[in-house]
T-cell receptor
Framework: DGGITQSPKYLFRKEGQNVTLSCEQNLNHDAMYWYRQDPGQGLRLIYYSQIVNDFQKGDIAEGYSVSREKKESFPLTVTSAQKNPTAFYLC?????????????FGAGSRLTVL | AQSVTQLGSHVSVSEGALVLLRCNYSSSVPPYLFWYVQYPNQGLQLLLKYTTGATLVKGINGFEAEFKKSETSFHLTKPSAHMSDAAEYFCAVSDKGRAAGNKLTFGGGTRVLVKP
């Protein structure tokens, strides 16, 4: 079945550590996105990539980094510079041919900073 | 920049009653409009979308939404709530055209509780 796989599902981190969240898709979608979800704030865009080897900052990129070396993969690194990293992180992808900006989401990764 | 407002962060309905979730957006040009549903500790699933044409859009699980340009609204309804409708619902908008980066802007979400 085609879809988006995020791992790990749960992650605990000590303050000052960098962590990387994995996002892999087998949908052959060109565009990929990372969102952060906090209670009552909806989803906020961290980074997005419309093609391989290219990505843009979203609304809350500070303290995060990404890479897009392969079409299938869009990992997110939460760095020690992110002051409040505890959140639920959602990866999504989009078929550029769909024309209507419909996103397909992974199941999410919950990061807790201890 | 786009903004999306969902009125009411929590809504409680009785099983069998009407579900009404409100969504207003800020764009002066009609955007693409979406409703997504999220079950606990899961990703988001598309319920329905409006792109162009008929303003009443039908989605999965018996939900529908109506685009009203004059009110900049896209409210979600279901005539009769089921226990399985308990979830969080997100309204989202996207500007048309690649220059906008095909990004979605989400509202704050509305959590629906269904009482037996």
């Amino acid at each position: 079945d085609g879809g988006i796989t995020q791992s790990p599902k749960y992650l605990f981190r000590k303050e000052g550590q960098n962590v990387t969240l994995s996002c892999e898709q087998n949908l052959n979608h060109d565009a990929m996105y990372w969102y952060r979800q906090d209670p009552g704030q909806g989803l906020r865009l961290i980074y997005y990539s419309q093609i391989v080897n290219d990505f843009q900052k979203g609304d809350i990129a500070e303290g995060y980094s990404v890479s897009r070396e392969k079409k299938e993969s869009f990992p997110l690194t939460v760095t020690s510079a992110q002051k409040n990293p505890t959140a639920f992180y959602l990866c999504a992808s989009r078929d550029r041919a769909s024309g209507a900006n419909v996103l397909t989401f992974g199941a999410g990764s919950r990061l807790t900073v201890l | 920049a786009q903004s999306v407002t969902q009125l009411g962060s929590h809504v409680s309905v009785s099983e069998g009653a009407l579900v009404l979730l409100r969504c207003n957006y800020s764009s002066s040009v009609p955007p693409y409009l979406f409703w997504y549903v999220q079950y606990p500790n899961q990703g988001l699933q598309l319920l329905l979308k409006y792109t162009t044409g008929a303003t009443l859009v039908k989605g999965i699980n018996g939900f529908e939404a109506e685009f009203k340009k004059s009110e900049t609204s896209f409210h979600l309804t279901k005539p009769s709530a089921h226990m399985s409708d308990a979830a969080e619902y997100f309204c989202a908008v996207s500007d048309k055209g690649r220059a906008a980066g095909n990004k979605l802007t989400f509202g704050g979400g509305t959590r629906v509780l269904v009482k037996p």
